[in-house]
């Protein structure tokens, strides 16, 4: 049972057990002793007292590995709490408390040697303090979350209706805008000139500009010179919808 306890996994039926090993050891010890005789009440209370010594000197350190048996049923029960209370409804999560500390409570009475004094009463106490803290834990970050997602979905509801209203504002100084957005640039072979042009929501620019050709001397002599369509005439069209 120590080799076991020691590498962490709880004994089966502990109490069971220790109170079989307590019993055989006394059982044979008294089978050995002399009998005290009925005639010397002295010598029957010190027979009685050794065999409370002895009981005692065997259930010592039997509480040991009691205790430490208590501690693997404790974070049994909080890792059993733990994957079951992962829903976020307070029901399920105190439905997952109760199945935790009534576990650790069956398994910790099968673990009480009969007849001795062992109790279990603080460690499930902490048990249970521990499981609070833990929902209460949770419940934090989930309000949080929440919160977190009312924030951000407010946000994006705010930036529709601010572009909504920049929309309006531009349908009312520009009037309905077209969906159609053109674009076109012309640059004169041979020079230096380009001419760009663009329709965009209603509005029409243009621009000429005087922008040397930085590819010229990769394109040969002339330049580029034959263009796709006519009059090397470069044209874009975008349409949003």
């Known amino acids: 049972m120590r080799r076991s306890i020691d590498e962490g996994t709880p004994v089966a039926s ?28 002295s010598s029957t209370a010190d027979y009685e007292k050794v065999l409370e ?11 040991v590995l009691f205790l430490k048996q208590l501690a693997l049923l404790r974070e049994d029960a909080l890792r059993k709490y733990k994957s079951a209370s992962g829903s976020a409804s307070s029901s399920s999560d105190y439905e997952a408390m ?11 009475e099968k673990s009480v040697r009969r007849g ?18 833990v929902a209460a834990g949770g419940k934090r970050l989930a ?7 009312q924030q951000q979905t407010l946000a994006m509801q705010y930036l529709q209706m601010q572009q909504q209203t920049i929309q309006q504002l531009q349908q009312q100084l520009y009037g309905q805008t077209s969906p159609w957005n053109v674009g076109f640039a012309y640059r004169i072979p041979d020079s230096n000139f380009n001419l760009q042009g663009s329709h965009q929501q209603g509005k029409t620019n243009f621009q000429f500009s ?22 090397n ?5 975008n349409v949003s919808v």
């Not at 010594?53 to 350190?61: A, N, V």
């Not at 005439?233 to 069209?237: E, Q, T």
């Open 14 to 41: 502990f109490g069971e057990k220790c109170t079989n090993l307590c019993d055989t050891a006394i059982a044979e010890f008294a089978s050995k002793a002399p009998t005290p005789s009925e005639d010397n009440p």
């Open 143 to 149: 309000d949080v979350q929440l919160k977190a997602a």
């Open 210 to 231: 005087c922008v040397p050709d930085e590819y010229a001397p990769m394109l040969g002599p002339n330049g580029f010179t034959n263009g796709v369509g006519p009059g």
């Open 98 to 108: 109760v199945a935790a500390d009534e576990y650790f409570a069956s398994e910790a």
């Open 233 to 237: 005439l470069g044209l874009s069209l």
């Open 116 to 133: 001795s004094g062992w109790t279990y009463a603080a460690e499930r106490t902490h048990l249970q303090s521990v499981m609070s803290d």
């Open 53 to 63: 010594d002895l009981e005692q000197s065997i259930d010592m350190p039997m509480q």
